[in-house]
């Protein structure tokens, strides 16, 4: 939603950058975490940005959640 709406605002870049920011702070009390997921929200930004699949983004999200967590 903020990735859309940032990009119907201003140019996709933006709107994936800004989205990957809030990404990574969604993560906030771990501070190489909140790096390492903004790095990550750029390139599934990116992919949605093009693509607008959805489904990838949110599968291999749930994915990592798995791996990280297991």
């Known amino acids: 939603m903020i990735l ?3 990009a119907d605002l201003a140019d996709p870049v933006t709107g994936v950058l800004g ?3 809030c990404f ?3 993560h ?3 501070g190489e975490f909140m790096v390492v997921t903004a790095g990550i929200g750029i390139l599934w930004g990116y992919l949605f940005a093009t693509t ?3 489904l990838f983004v949110t ?6 959640g798995l791996l990280l967590l297991g």
Request: aromatic share 20%; proline share 5%; net charge positive.
């Open 52 to 54: 607008g699949w959805l």
């Open 19 to 21: 989205a990957a920011v």
């Open 59 to 64: 599968t291999s999200h749930w994915m990592m």
């Open 24 to 26: 990574g702070l969604s």
């Open 4 to 6: 859309r709406n940032l």
């Open 28 to 30: 906030y009390p771990f």
